[in-house]
């Protein structure tokens, strides 16, 4: 087979996806990976014998891993265990109140006290729309090349009568009487970064998708998830070079010829593809004459998005609550449009901060041995385009997490420390390469006269391709999975044009 030299940057879910794909077909696949291990984001954080588990954890579209494995003439069940989980997430306020949402719609509203007559009606008007929204937006837009022409929110695409560029927030008040369910219908676009007033209301696809497909979590955490792709990858012949990291991909006359590594060693290629942070490659790794480059000179037009604060806490046994928790859990700010107008509009830490709360033995009771206790706090922030001073600011912000958390708490969670590990948006720049800390890649607030996510297939650097969270589709596991078989899909169809 002639021109089938692939180089792929980056162990994540995207660059083993697309290497299975290709490896499967023929292709000789190498990956170089910067650090020792893979997974990049879905390396699980260890405290003693504690495992903490992340959203790389939860599937959604399990059929997306099934075509994956199918491809290579193997089934997924030989690899993974998947265990569907229901309730999904509880959102809770500081009222008193809450709000679940189950696999079946007819459960979430009858297993919620928000709901009354009127707001009843609004929540089967909203999920009448947001299905809808999914059965055209998916064959239409998530699954197909993006090209410049193909804007989603732009009227010749054919979503007019969808009116995309109406935002969440405006959409959940016309439909909601009720401020923790408007807070709630509108909070959606938040699982990629984005403002609910601002971001489309598209995102309310999202319940639709867990809701239709399920949500299950991998048997042994997102690990087990990686494992499994590594597992795969090796057996269709693809290659894994750890410790490697990538300085500068080469461009002769347009097209790539391959990639030098930080120790001055080359390693030509026919087709490289980038799952590193897609603002990062465009404006760091394609070599010196980069500003010529329109894809390029895209990525720097984009602004990055927010970033997150991760505070894991191990306890000695687990902290009692005063309310009833699950698995996954978000923790609403007292006023959502303050908060909103803090983090996105003034770009500063809120007052009052909205936080995932995970419960690790709830998710896998074998991340919390020996009636040990575990929580996980992941707490969207500005990203380094704000003025806060992380080295400073750190560990005041864990203090304020533990100040806002220990209301929901009998027990005092200081005292109760065992151990603990934060994050912040600097070392997600420094470990994971992630432009300006942003945790989604480009800001999603700018979708409605600019989808933020670039083309899969650069179309100025010839045989040049992007996976991940800043390439088409999107985020999230679906997104990242559906960019890699674009690319797949991309590179065969290239081929045959020759």
Excluded at 227 to 232: F, I, P, R, S
Aim: glycine fraction near 8%; aromatic fraction near 12%; proline fraction near 7%.
């Amino acid at each position: 087979m002639k021109n089938n030299n692939v180089l792929i940057i980056g162990a994540g879910i995207g660059g083993l996806a697309v290497g299975i794909r290709l490896a499967a077909e023929g292709f000789r696949v190498r990956i170089i990976e910067k650090n020792m291990k893979p997974g990049g984001w879905l390396q699980p954080t260890r405290i003693g014998e504690i495992t903490f588990p992340n959203a790389g954890s939860l599937v959604t579209m399990p059929q997306q891993l099934d075509s994956l494995f199918n491809a290579t003439g193997r089934n997924l069940d030989e690899y993974l265990s998947l265990e569907e989980i229901s309730p999904i997430f509880r959102f809770i306020f500081s009222e008193e109140n809450e709000y679940t949402l189950y696999r079946e719609p007819a459960d979430t509203l009858m297993k919620n006290d928000l709901f009354g007559l009127q707001d009843q009606q609004g929540y089967t008007a909203y999920g009448k729309r947001s299905d809808r929204i999914l059965d055209e937006f998916l064959p239409k837009f998530f699954t197909k090349p993006y090209r410049r022409s193909r804007n989603p929110f732009a009227p010749e695409f054919g979503f007019r009568s969808l009116r995309p560029r109406r935002s969440g927030r405006r959409v959940s008040e016309r439909l909601f009487t009720s401020e923790e369910l408007r807070s709630v219908h509108s909070f959606w676009s938040m699982f990629c970064g984005g403002a609910p007033s601002l971001s489309s209301h598209f995102y309310r696809m999202i319940p639709s998708v867990m809701q239709r497909w399920g949500v299950f979590l991998v048997k042994g955490g997102s690990e087990s998830l990686v494992n499994a792709l590594v597992k795969l990858f090796l057996e269709c012949g693809g290659e894994i070079q750890y410790n490697s990291e990538a300085e500068a991909i080469q461009v002769y006359n347009g097209s790539v010829t391959g990639v030098r590594l930080t120790d001055n060693s080359i390693r030509m290629a026919d087709y490289v593809i980038s799952d590193a942070d897609t603002a990062y490659t465009c404006r760091t790794l394609i070599d010196s004459d980069r500003f010529r480059y329109a894809t390029v000179t895209a990525a720097q037009q984009r602004k990055p998005g927010i970033s997150l604060f991760i505070y894991h806490m191990a306890f000695q046994t687990q902290p009692r609550a005063k309310r009833p928790l699950i698995g996954f859990n978000v923790i609403m700010p007292p006023d959502i449009k303050q908060w909103e107008q803090e983090l996105f509009s003034e770009n500063r830490l809120p007052s009052h901060p909205l936080f995932y709360l995970n419960v690790p033995s709830m998710i896998e009771p074998d991340f919390v041995p020996n009636d040990r206790g575990a929580l996980s706090v992941i707490c969207p922030v500005p990203n380094l385009n704000s003025e806060v001073n992380w080295p400073q600011e750190s560990y005041r912000f864990r203090d304020r997490i533990l100040t806002e958390l220990q209301q929901y708490f009998e027990d005092d969670l200081r005292s109760g420390l065992a151990g603990e590990r934060y994050i912040t948006p600097v070392m997600l720049e420094n470990s994971f390469n992630g432009f300006m800390g942003a945790a989604w890649g480009f800001d999603p607030n700018q979708e409605k006269t600019e989808i933020p996510h670039l083309p899969n297939r650069c179309a100025d650097i010839e045989n040049l391709y992007l996976v991940g969270n800043g390439a088409h589709p999107g985020p999230f596991l679906p997104g990242v999975l559906q960019s890699a078989e674009i690319v797949h899909q991309e590179i065969i169809n290239s081929r045959k044009d020759m």
